[in-house]
């Protein structure tokens, strides 16, 4: 692994004699990765294989749910519960509590918008208010992602759904591909990757979260290798850590690029865990990993 270090306070988040440690392989695709700190275990999915995985230094690797509709993004609400993007649905759903391999009873709690189903959700995130956010491209609409299926609206969206509604509100509606999502410290600005577009986009978020000053934050070079703009999530500085070409670029608020971590595997996504939250685990297509990381991560939720 290879530590690329552009500005120096880059070294303050990440040292770069850092070593990347493999706790698990064998995977077919891996992404989703959420830390239940009430159960001290990472859950994440294996999107193809239809398996939804938690993983703990105790426990080692288990399986949490199988078949598992093709999940791929995960997070946890402010009561401990675990949500999923399900891909072969196409809805997002809610488990109740139980322990780290069991299921406390699965509810849906999002599947369409305005009478026609959603594409496939893909990433999802918790705000302080409760409120859900969610990514909808068509990744999940492939063969062996969870279709073969047809798209019924005729964009891919970012939506919210709001306390105690029975259906999400559409934020934006003009990306390729959105994906990765995260919220700013003072949840003041919305932050969406978009694949397919391979930047990022900054967005204000209103007291009404209605989303104004929509603005490309960062672009991602092109050409370098399979790696595009993925799952990303915020450190306790506000940084922004997304998956990219050749592993994780770390991007300062402002838009400016402060370093690189270069991973032995294309990584979709990542997320702090531990009780000290300086692990950062990383799910990069067969094999999921950890480093440990000088700046803790942003946590929200349970």
Same mark, same amino acid.
């Given at each position: 692994?290879?530590?690329?270090?552009?500005?120096?306070?880059?070294?303050?988040?990440?040292?770069?004699? &850092?070593?990347?440690?493999?706790?698990?392989?064998?995977?077919?695709?891996?992404?989703?990765?959420?830390?239940?700190?009430? @159960?001290?275990?990472?859950?994440?999915?294996?999107?193809?294989?239809?398996?939804?995985?938690?993983?703990?230094?105790?426990?080692?690797?288990?399986?949490?749910?199988?078949?598992?509709?093709?999940?791929?993004?995960?997070?946890?609400?402010? /009561?401990? @519960?675990?949500?999923?993007? /399900?891909?072969?649905?196409?809805?997002?759903?809610?488990?109740?509590?139980?322990?780290?391999?069991?299921?406390?009873?699965?509810?849906?709690?999002? &599947?369409?918008?305005?009478?026609?189903?959603? +594409?496939?959700?893909?990433?999802?995130?918790?705000?302080?208010?409760?409120?859900?956010?969610?990514?909808?491209?068509?990744?999940?609409?492939?063969?062996?992602?969870?279709?073969?299926?047809?798209?019924?609206? &005729?964009?891919?969206?970012?939506?919210?759904?709001?306390?105690?509604?029975?259906?999400?509100?559409?934020?934006?509606?003009?990306?390729?591909?959105? +994906?990765?999502?995260?919220?700013?410290?003072?949840?003041?600005?919305?932050? !969406?990757?978009?694949?397919?577009?391979?930047?990022?986009?900054?967005?204000?978020?209103?007291?009404?979260?209605?989303?104004?000053?929509?603005?490309?934050?960062?672009?991602?070079?092109?050409?370098?290798?399979?790696? !595009?703009?993925?799952?990303?999530?915020?450190?306790?500085?506000?940084?922004?850590?997304?998956?990219?070409?050749?592993?994780?670029?770390?991007?300062?608020?402002?838009?400016?690029?402060?370093?690189?971590?270069?991973?032995?595997? !294309?990584?979709?996504?990542?997320?702090?865990?531990?009780?000290?939250?300086?692990?950062?685990?990383?799910?990069?297509?067969?094999?999921?990993?950890?480093?440990?990381?000088?700046?803790?991560?942003?946590?929200?939720?349970?």
């Amino acid at each position: 692994m290879l530590i690329e270090v552009f500005d120096s306070a880059f070294k303050a988040l990440v040292d770069p004699a &850092s070593e990347l440690a493999k706790l698990a392989g064998g995977f077919m695709f891996t992404e989703g990765p959420i830390w239940d700190r009430s @159960r001290h275990c990472l859950y994440f999915s294996d999107i193809p294989a239809n398996t939804l995985y938690a993983y703990s230094n105790t426990d080692g690797l288990i399986v949490k749910r199988s078949p598992s509709d093709n999940c791929n993004g995960n997070t946890i609400d402010h /009561e401990g @519960r675990l949500l999923s993007c /399900e891909h072969h649905t196409r809805r997002v759903t809610r488990e109740g509590a139980g322990t780290a391999g069991t299921t406390g009873g699965i509810e849906v709690i999002a &599947s369409h918008y305005q009478g026609k189903r959603l +594409n496939s959700p893909n990433d999802i995130i918790v705000a302080s208010d409760g409120g859900i956010i969610f990514t909808d491209p068509h990744y999940g609409l492939m063969e062996g992602l969870g279709g073969p299926g047809e798209q019924e609206l &005729s964009f891919r969206g970012v939506y919210r759904l709001a306390p105690g509604a029975v259906e999400p509100t559409l934020l934006v509606d003009d990306f390729s591909a959105p +994906n990765g999502l995260a919220l700013s410290l003072d949840e003041r600005t919305l932050y !969406v990757d978009d694949t397919i577009g391979m930047h990022m986009r900054a967005f204000d978020v209103s007291a009404d979260w209605t989303l104004q000053n929509g603005r490309v934050l960062f672009d991602f070079p092109r050409g370098l290798d399979e790696g !595009v703009p993925d799952g990303l999530k915020l450190d306790e500085h506000g940084n922004i850590y997304c998956t990219g070409p050749y592993g994780v670029w770390v991007i300062s608020p402002s838009g400016a690029a402060l370093g690189c971590i270069h991973m032995p595997e !294309v990584t979709a996504n990542l997320n702090w865990g531990e009780a000290d939250g300086h692990t950062l685990f990383l799910t990069a297509s067969t094999s999921l990993y950890a480093l440990r990381t000088l700046a803790r991560g942003k946590y929200i939720g349970a």
